[in-house]
């Protein structure tokens, strides 16, 4: 059983939809990152949260500690938003626990 | 961009060789961990360095092993390679211990024929 689960899995969307993808865990953690992995393997780190909300441009990223729960959410979506976005929890250090992943396409 | 660099990009290698992985963090990053990442998988923990001592280990057998050098670079490395060694490994650093500044590396992707 997964520590942090996401969904959906995947999701296609227009371009210009707003997108959300959920995150769940279940430990107690000290971070949640929302990672961003193109074709290739690059990660990229979007956001660390500790709690509430974060916004970098089109992106916002929120977090409900005492539910276990964040979001991700991208505004008027372009298909260079398509990729696999990761959620991941600190519990301390850099030891980290991640999702599988959700893989968003966004078409033209 | 990342301040993370990590060599080679990809490298294909036979069952039962012996493989290094290399990272060169940022200047600074005293944390590096290390990963695997199956194929539609999420990244598995591999290990933590923190100047230079292994302070924390994932579920991996010892075949799996690392070093970390006061220059901020690190390796991983794998012996007796078995097909399903054959992943992403990606290369994380951090500032310090809590993770601060957390920045990842592109992943070696290696084959294991």
């Known amino acids: 059983k997964n520590e942090v689960e996401q969904s959906p899995q995947n999701l296609t969307a227009q371009e210009g939809e707003f997108i959300t993808i959920n995150c769940s865990y279940s430990?107690?953690?000290?971070?949640l990152h929302w990672l961003q992995q193109h074709p290739g393997g690059g990660i990229v780190s979007l956001f660390m949260?500790?709690?509430g909300k974060k916004k970098h441009g089109r992106l916002i990223a929120t977090i409900n500690i005492q539910e276990k729960h964040s979001s991700l959410h991208i505004t008027a979506s372009h298909p260079r938003d398509s990729a696999v976005y990761i959620c991941?929890?600190?519990?301390?250090?850099?030891?980290?626990?991640f999702g599988t992943g959700t893989s968003l396409t966004v078409i033209p | 961009e990342t301040g993370v660099t990590q060599s080679p990009t990809h490298l294909i290698k036979t069952r039962g060789q012996q493989v290094t992985l290399r990272c060169s963090s940022q200047s600074g990053h005293n944390t590096v961990s290390w990963y695997q990442q199956a194929l539609g998988q999420g990244p598995q923990f591999i290990f933590q360095?923190?100047?230079?001592?292994?302070?924390g280990r994932g579920n991996f057998p010892p075949r799996f092993s690392g070093l970390q050098f006061p220059n901020y670079s690190s390796e991983l490395n794998v012996n007796a390679l078995e097909l399903d060694d054959s992943a992403l490994y990606l290369c994380?650093?951090?500032?310090?211990?809590?993770?601060?500044?957390?920045?990842f590396g592109s992943g070696t992707r290696l084959t294991v024929v």
């Open positions: 994380a650093s951090s500032l310090d211990a809590g993770g601060n500044g957390y920045t």
């Open positions: 430990v107690g953690i000290s971070a």
């Open positions: 949260l500790s709690s």
């Open positions: 991941a929890v600190r519990r301390g250090g850099n030891q980290f626990y």
């Open positions: 360095y923190y100047r230079e001592e292994e302070n």
